[in-house]
């Protein structure tokens, strides 16, 4: 894989405007997740991962520290941890101690499409942790980048994907993710992740749309973003946040509802809206036990590990190829 460093700043924006255009053009109307992630979406999510109704990142923290000696055992001696989509790394921290307190680390490189937030949380581990290399790549990981220069002690490279963005993809997505980060862990490397299970369609209704209204903030923010950085005329009143469970599919959706017959202007284009109409903006599809390992399969890889939580809402898996 890696071939191509973290493209300029301006080719970045001519992506994003490239994959809005393409997105609302289609039928029915999309926008990418990954575009929640600028500094305000990376906040607003953080506020989302501490809330009540938000299971997930509690859940997985829960894991996370209940078997930190067993993850530290299967990450291995002298690994690099590759973290995609490493946001604040909070959780992250649990392994980091683990790891850092048994000397067992090469490295951590955290890889956000985000740059600002990702140099300010570098920053914050490497005086959390002295003497570890934190080595950010700031980029798209959907797309090509390119690994830095790794210690020349590292042993292994273990691709780590924390909490449930793996649902973000859909069944045949998440296959092709797998064959990416397989070729980054390379030969004797694996791939570590969360993924969230399926589970009463109300409790995960309430985790994507709760009562404080953060997470429609966060789904609001992706409009205001085109705002700020296309001169978009977005107007977040005149747009709500929808969540709902697709039995049909096994996953959560996340929608923008115009509430009116509007034009949303983007750029040079015009968009026409109709009430009601909506704007899809993510999918978090849902697993069970050995759903996530069969798609893995596809792609050459097999489940060495697996814990989860005493309700079996979360698990944390292992794969290697």
């Not at 220069?149 to 449930?164: C, I, K, N, Y």
């Not at 040079?268 to 069970?288: C, L, M, Q, V």
Request: glycine share 6%.
């Amino acid at each position: 894989m890696p071939d191509s460093a973290t493209p300029p700043a301006d080719a970045g924006a001519s992506s994003f405007l490239a994959d809005v255009v393409r997105g609302l053009s289609s039928r029915p109307r999309t926008l990418p997740a990954k575009y929640f992630y600028d500094e305000r979406g990376s906040e607003l999510f953080d506020e989302i991962t501490r809330l009540d109704a938000y299971y997930p990142t509690r859940t997985e923290r829960d894991i996370l520290e209940t078997h930190a000696d067993d993850l530290v055992d299967a990450i291995g001696k002298n690994s690099a941890l590759v973290e995609y989509g490493s946001g604040s790394s909070d959780k992250t921290r649990i392994l980091l101690s683990a790891l850092h307190a048994r000397r067992t680390l090469a490295a951590y490189v955290p890889i956000d499409i985000s740059e600002d937030y990702l140099l300010a949380t570098a920053e914050r581990l490497r005086a959390a942790y002295p003497g570890l290399p934190v080595l950010p790549v700031a980029a798209d990981y959907t797309r090509p980048f390119r690994l830095p220069a790794l210690p020349p002690e590292t042993a292994r490279r273990v691709v780590f994907f924390p909490g449930s963005t793996i649902g973000n993809f859909t069944p045949d997505e998440a296959e092709e993710f797998f064959r990416h980060a397989k070729d980054v862990a390379g030969r004797g490397g694996a791939i570590l992740l969360g993924v969230d299970q399926k589970k009463d369609p109300a409790v995960l209704e309430a985790a994507y749309d709760d009562p404080e209204g953060v997470t429609a903030a966060f789904n609001l923010n992706l409009l205001q973003r085109l705002n700020r950085e296309f001169g978009a005329d977005a107007d977040p009143d005149a747009w709500a946040h929808e969540a709902r469970w697709n039995e049909a599919e096994g996953r959560i959706e996340m929608h923008l509802r115009s509430t009116r017959d509007q034009t949303l202007h983007v750029g040079d284009r015009a968009f026409s809206f109709r009430d009601g109409e909506t704007i899809h903006t993510e999918n978090s599809y849902k697993y069970g036990p050995d759903g996530l390992a069969a798609v893995a399969a596809r792609a050459g890889l097999r489940r060495e590990s697996r814990w989860t939580d005493p309700r079996g809402w979360f698990a944390v898996e292992l794969y290697t190829p």
